[in-house]
């Protein structure tokens, strides 16, 4: 969302003095910091989620962001995050159908504008 309009790292980064790049920082370390609250069982369950690299990224946001490379970051927003989010959204809709995903979390997050960029309706 905040990459759609860049075909370049370098338009990424120093545009809008680097409001978007923030945002998607900000954003990426949230992603992080939600996967470190992911049940142990969850994590077991779908292996195929690195769930210890978003956290490890969250990590090298949070704690060394002078030294990230705009160019890795960029990369990481246009491929490995869409390929994520498919993975996120496949995971949410079979534990929902399996009555194991908390509804009322869902609900809460539906009527968040936080998560307005989420099709809820792709969900469920």
């Known amino acids: 969302m905040y990459t759609s309009l860049f075909l370049t790292a370098d338009e990424f980064y120093f545009s809008n003095h680097q409001l978007n790049f923030n945002a998607s920082l900000n954003l990426m370390a949230n992603i992080g910091e939600l996967c470190t609250k992911t049940s142990t069982e969850l994590r077991k369950k779908y292996p195929d989620i690195e ?3 978003a956290k490890d ?3 090298r946001i949070v ?3 002078a030294g990230l490379d705009i160019y890795i970051v960029f990369k990481i927003i246009k491929t490995e995050l869409l390929v994520l ?4 959204e496949k995971i949410i809709k079979k ?3 399996l009555s194991t995903f908390d509804t009322e979390e869902l609900n ?3 009527n968040s504008t936080f998560y307005s960029c989420i099709d809820f309706e792709k969900l469920t």
């Open 85 to 88: 989010k498919e993975e996120i």
């Open 51 to 53: 769930w210890q690299k």
């Open 108 to 110: 809460i997050a539906r």
């Open 57 to 59: 990224f969250r990590n």
């Open 63 to 65: 704690h060394d962001y």
């Open 95 to 97: 534990e929902i159908l």
